[in-house]
């Protein structure tokens, strides 16, 4: 690990560029709500929570390979991202390939539900119940193009072989109700209406690794990010946003783990990551799975409303604490928490399984940095059969666009610097 002390900063400006002017919202659908779990303010944390970790231990990352199929572009951040629920076969076999678990992704409830116009039908409230049983096992709304992506094993229900799956859409008398069997098939529903979806309000949640190995590309990072602020301003009128960060390190550093909660102001949360420096380290490992951890059991908002981490690391956690890892992506399942991984240059492939798992397991993607630009330390190839490769920038941009229209928003074919495979919105076709 470098031991420079850098400024630190972050990816997080992405996302809180891409918010931070957006004004103070209304309230979502109370009807929905009440059904469902309501909305509630939250307090922001006054302190930083420190938290100590068990010793290293020492793994090894990845080897990163040059690409020399293109010179690279200096002065830009580039990106990729798989949506591996939406290539679920394509995922299961990546799991069997690295020996990964493939328990949580049995049997799944997988949807798309659509309007009768054909388009998809985004923000329509649901919940999955066991046959007979009285109660919901979970509950939620259908995300970008209507898609319900539901684990029952991660979220506790062991393992149906059906569900019963009751939709509530906005400014529709009565209740659609459907007998699914669980598996890999996406099932289509028509509604009997149009929908439109429009979350009452974003948490969003930075989890920063921030050892040494991170200074020089989150240098970069905070260059790039920093155009995202114009922007934002346009991407989110009328939806309350918080931020949050958690910012961790690993035993026998400075701090452990650092989380300042959610405060409703850009200006304070830009405050928080122009404090931070990046130090320390020593060893692969870090303490990821504790900051996960404390990102998911932050004072979040329920109801209608978008509620994202952004785990930015070039390193696992250690090997004894991978399933504490995901134990908390499932506790973020349960709570509707989204979890977008960001693999930074070095990270090997303990980071990249579990990464990729926690996202798949709370309907996010995995986003990784590549060589194109020219930028920080070399990256590794993932292990992905397609792919776009953006600007940093311009894919942050659209993951939030699209959790906040509820419509996927694809980059331009003037933004792809490259493309692997057969790509099609997401969907690897080869």
């Known amino acids: 690990m470098l031991s420079r002390d850098y400024h630190l900063p972050f990816v997080l400006l992405a996302g809180l560029g891409l918010l931070s002017a957006c004004a103070a919202g209304g309230p979502g659908d109370t009807r929905l709500a009440k059904t469902s779990e309501g909305t509630s303010a939250s307090p922001v944390l006054a302190e930083p929570v420190m938290v100590d970790a068990e010793p290293a231990a020492i793994s090894s990352a990845r080897i990163a390979p040059s690409h ?68 919901p096992f979970h509950t939620g709304y259908s995300g970008v193009d209507g898609h319900i992506n539901a684990f029952p094993k991660a979220l506790g229900a062991g393992q149906p072989q059906n569900v019963e799956l009751r939709l509530f859409a906005e400014d529709q008398d009565g209740t659609t109700v459907r007998d699914l069997r669980t598996g890999p098939t996406r099932h289509k529903i028509v509604l009997a209406r149009n929908t439109a979806w429009k979350p009452a309000f974003l948490d969003l949640v930075f989890v920063v690794d921030t050892t040494g190995s991170m200074g020089d590309e989150l240098d970069w990072l905070t260059r790039e990010m920093r155009e995202i602020v114009k922007t934002a ?7 309350d946003i918080r931020y949050g960060l958690v910012a961790y390190r ?19 949360m830009q405050g928080w990551l122009d404090r931070q420096r990046a130090n320390g380290g020593g060893d692969y490992p870090e303490a990821a799975a504790a900051a996960l951890q404390s990102a998911v059991s932050l004072n979040w908002r329920r109801g209608k409303g978008e509620r994202i981490v952004i785990h930015i690391a070039d390193a696992p956690p250690h090997s004894r604490d991978a399933n504490r890892y995901l134990d908390a992506a499932r506790a973020a399942a349960r709570r509707n928490i989204q979890v977008y991984g960001l693999g930074a240059s070095g990270v090997g492939d303990e980071a990249e399984i579990l990464m990729r ?9 995995y986003l990784f940095l590549t060589d194109d630009s020219g930028v920080g330390h070399a990256h590794a190839e993932p292990d992905i059969a397609c792919y776009r490769v953006t600007r940093l920038k311009t894919l942050m941009i659209n993951v939030l666009k699209s959790e906040l229209s509820g419509i996927r928003h694809e980059a331009t074919a003037q933004q792809v610097v490259r493309e692997v495979g057969a790509y099609r919105r997401g969907v690897c076709l080869n």
Do not use: C, W
């Open 68 to 135: 020399p199929h293109r010179p690279p572009r200096a002065g830009i951040v580039t990106a990729g991202d798989i949506d591996d629920t939406r290539n679920f076969a394509a995922f299961r076999s990546y799991l069997k390939r690295k020996g990964g678990s493939e328990r949580p992704f049995s049997r799944p409830v997988l949807v798309q539900l659509s309007g009768p116009d054909g388009k998809p039908a985004p923000g329509v409230y649901y919940t999955l119940r066991k046959p007979g049983a009285k109660e």
């Open 233 to 239: 301003r346009r991407a989110a009128p009328g939806v």
């Open 250 to 268: 690993d035993h026998g550093d400075a701090y452990v783990l650092r989380n300042l909660g959610f405060t409703g102001s850009a200006r304070t």
């Open 357 to 365: 798992q926690a996202a798949a397991m709370t309907s996010g993607r």
